[in-house]
């Protein structure tokens, strides 16, 4: 793999804990989340008993007057009808049960992680927009600095007013451009708030560095998530089939009741307790039974396609990265090209103002224009972090 050369000397300092990207979140969110992992705990746990019948109990009280007084009789019953033999289907529950919250539990992982990328990435927009911010004022000076120099020359008769407007209307261009930069950030800054309450400003954000390929891959909460999905539509395709075969269950009353007067004979052999057991073999006939097998058949095998398919798109998101980070290197480096030349033009222009050559406009342009070229690295070094923020966002262990 190509190394970055110029990044890495930015780019392995060591990342924030979890705990403390996770503070970056508000109270709200953080409580939300939390709640959203208890409650996918809990419906996970239901789910694997789902299998489980309830216990009945059934209590009632009846009156007559058949016998001519009326006759209150009372009746208190425990009931079970428990599948315990559907043909695997039970364990199939179990696993597709666990399968489901455990994807459940990445989906609610990968919406906190969500929500963290947005929050950084709002921060180092902002403090991208802060160096665009340095970079326009100094090219709104070197503006007043061309405008001075063209209506000057303007005035002398050595240039047409052509490029003084020039000069006006560049100036202008640049203004509008910083107005507009300042609005982007008031909303980045609304953003953030919806986000964190924390002072966007007071925050130290993490410097990343390049994570390998098959750590990426091999680390993915998405594949990871993907992979149980297939799972869960594997023991739900197994699960749909043993719903249409014979099942055994066990059931069983307890009773508990007056005995009927018609019966009531001292000599009677009948008991006021008394159990019913047994068991039953059951078999649904179903005229959607092939439908639905086959559905849950179609399922799966999309769960598959979808797998391999985010494996692919995974593949192509590090390679797509890796070229931007290629990019953003030799842009680095063209603008470190750049300030060495502007360094040396300082100079000339320095020893041109004092031999009376050049004037101090001159002067302060080129300085101008060499600090432009450093905040430029400054700001492709925050392009690099957006970068490498989509590559730490979804691995395991990263954020």
């Not at 966007?200 to 390049?210: I, K, R």
């Not at 159990?275 to 097998?293: E, R």
């Amino acid at each position: 793999m190509k190394k970055h050369l110029i990044l890495c000397s930015f780019l392995l300092s060591p990342l924030l804990a979890e705990s403390e990207l996770s503070n970056i979140l508000s109270a709200d969110k953080n409580e939300l989340i939390k709640q959203q992992v208890e409650q996918s705990d809990i419906q996970t746990k239901q789910l694997e008993k789902s299998w489980i019948n309830p216990i009945m109990l059934q209590y009632s009280k009846n009156y007559t007057t058949q016998f001519g007084d009326a006759i209150d009789t009372q009746q208190f019953v425990v009931s079970v009808d428990q599948p315990i033999f559907k043909m695997g289907g039970i364990w199939s529950a179990i696993k597709y049960a666990k399968a489901l919250g455990k994807a459940n539990d990445i989906d609610i992982e990968l919406q906190r992680r969500g929500a963290i990328s947005q929050a950084l990435s709002i921060l180092y927009n902002l403090k991208k927009s802060k160096y665009q911010l340095e970079k326009l004022a100094l090219m709104i000076e070197n503006d007043k600095i061309d405008i001075q120099i063209q209506k000057e020359s303007y005035e002398e008769g050595l240039t047409n007013r052509t490029l003084y407007d020039q000069a006006l209307l560049k100036k202008n261009q640049d203004s509008t451009s910083k107005l507009e930069l300042e609005l982007s950030i008031t909303k980045l800054e609304n953003d953030f708030t919806l986000l964190s309450d924390s002072n966007p400003y007071a925050l130290t954000l993490p410097n990343f560095g390049m994570i390998s390929k098959e750590r990426y891959e091999k680390e993915q909460l998405e594949l990871k998530r993907d992979t149980l999905r297939v799972k869960e539509k594997k023991e739900n395709k197994f699960m749909t089939l043993t719903k249409y075969l014979p099942e055994i269950s066990v059931t069983g009353r307890y009773i508990n009741e007056d005995i009927n007067p018609l019966f009531a004979r001292p000599d009677s052999s009948l008991k006021r307790e008394y159990f019913n057991y047994g068991f039953k073999v059951s078999l649904p006939l179903s005229v959607n039974s092939l439908s639905d097998i086959q559905n849950s058949k179609i399922e799966y095998l999309t769960a598959k396609i979808n797998l391999n398919e985010k494996k692919k798109e995974i593949a192509n998101n590090y390679r797509l990265i890796q070229k931007h980070l290629d990019i953003i290197d030799k842009k680095i480096e063209l603008s470190k090209e750049d300030a060495q030349h502007y360094e040396s033009m300082l100079v000339t222009a320095q020893e041109l103002e004092e031999v009376g050559d050049r004037t101090s406009l001159d002067t302060q342009k080129v300085a101008n224009t060499l600090q432009i070229r450093k905040i430029d690295q400054e700001i492709y070094k925050i392009d690099a972090q957006l970068e490498l923020l989509g590559l730490y966002i979804n691995v395991a262990d990263a954020l």
